[in-house]
């Protein structure tokens, strides 16, 4: 008995020295994820532009490419630029529990993009596996988790306000059956998560800018708008839920589809003014002073799909967007949808871009920086 008790004490002795470098190994790796990395930061710059109210949406976070992001972030400035929208997923910054952050990943685009003189919109939205049921879409977002999402919200603006980051855009599309986790819209549901995020936000950073809507544009799909709610109707019902002291600003999807930019608005018409009858709707039900924004929007050129235009007609529209914007004072950015991928889908997807995948400016990007320098014409 004595001897074995001895040889389990020896053997303990030996192995508690490699347990615990296993075990700081481990600690080493958990905590380097949520480390702050030393970025490679240029010199502060500025956007030289004649209309103030260009922006462009990007996609940049989850790329992780440091070198990639600032040259995407410096072409953006250089084409005249001043905004920017990107995605700051909440699954990539809490992936594991609702305690501690990741920011790697947002601390890269964040700062990049104010080092180069941007304004950011940060939408936020993507669900962790943790917050929602098994099998269930990353869009699926319930009610037992309105206050986890809403400290999400609230520690982004607390920690990049410092920055000069106050915009947040509360989810995307959920009138869309596919971004609403792949229910039918219910513009009683986004109202509440209005309502749940609004105080934590404001309690965090009192001057932070709440952006609500970002809607898909358009009538009512499927049986009861099972596909899509219209984004007129939805946003009645929102309004009627309640919801209007709980935003600061409403966003607009301004797709142009087979359109010019100047084409008259209708109630059953997707194109570039019909973000003139969501003001109006806004105004009738008493909001006529919160801001708009545009943070999706514009027209592809791709040679073989069906909702395409021609490479010209994309440019002249997309320009003479960029200068209709400045005609509506109630518009704060026309973010357009969008400035690169960092690769190729080889589908009609690529035809939105303004830069390729290789980052060489297509003729939509000349065109844009050349009125945003004053050496074109809209």
Excluded at 201 to 223: E, Q
């Amino acid at each position: 008995m004595v001897s074995s008790t001895s040889a389990w004490r020896r053997n303990r002795r030996r192995l508690l020295p490699g347990l615990a470098i296993a075990l700081g190994a481990a600690a080493a790796e958990f905590w380097a994820l949520r480390a702050p990395r030393a970025l490679h930061l240029p010199e502060q710059q500025r956007v030289v532009t004649n209309n103030p109210r260009i922006g462009i949406h990007t996609r940049l976070t989850g790329i992780g490419d440091e070198a990639y992001i600032r040259r995407t972030l410096e072409q953006v400035r250089e084409m005249g630029a001043p905004w920017i929208v990107d995605l700051f997923p909440w699954a990539y910054v809490q992936p594991r529990s609702r305690y501690g952050y990741d920011w790697v990943g947002a601390d890269m685009v964040v700062r990049h993009a104010v080092r180069q003189g941007l304004t950011v919109i940060a939408r936020l939205d993507m669900v962790p596996q943790w917050a929602r049921p098994r099998d269930s879409s990353d869009r699926y977002l319930d009610e037992t988790h309105y206050a986890d999402y809403a400290a999400y919200v609230a520690a982004f603006v607390r920690r990049y306000r410092p920055d000069g980051v106050r915009h947040v855009l509360i989810w995307n599309e959920p009138n869309l059956a596919f971004e609403w986790g792949r229910r039918s819209p219910d513009p009683r549901a986004y109202a509440a998560l209005l309502q749940a995020v609004y105080p934590q936000v404001k309690a965090a950073v009192p001057d932070a800018v709440v952006i609500a809507g970002a809607l898909s544009p358009g009538a009512d799909l499927g049986d009861n708008a099972e596909v899509r709610m219209g984004d007129l109707r939805y946003i009645s019902e929102v309004y009627a839920a309640g919801a209007a002291p709980y935003f600061d600003a409403w966003a607009v999807h301004n797709y142009g589809a087979q359109q010019p930019h100047d084409a008259l608005p209708a109630p059953e018409t997707v194109n570039f003014r019909r973000i003139e009858l969501v003001h109006d709707l806004i105004t009738y039900l008493g909001d006529g002073h919160k801001p708009l924004f545009i943070t999706e929007g514009g027209w592809n050129d791709h040679p073989r799909w069906s909702a395409a235009v021609r490479p010209a007609q994309r440019i002249r529209w997309t320009v003479g967007a960029y200068q209709m914007a400045r005609e509506w004072p109630w518009l704060e950015a026309i973010c357009l949808w969008q400035f690169s991928m960092p690769w190729q889908t080889r589908t009609y997807q690529d035809n939105w871009n303004f830069v390729t995948a290789d980052g060489t400016p297509k003729a939509i990007y000349w065109a844009v920086r050349e009125y945003a320098l004053g050496k074109g014409t809209p």
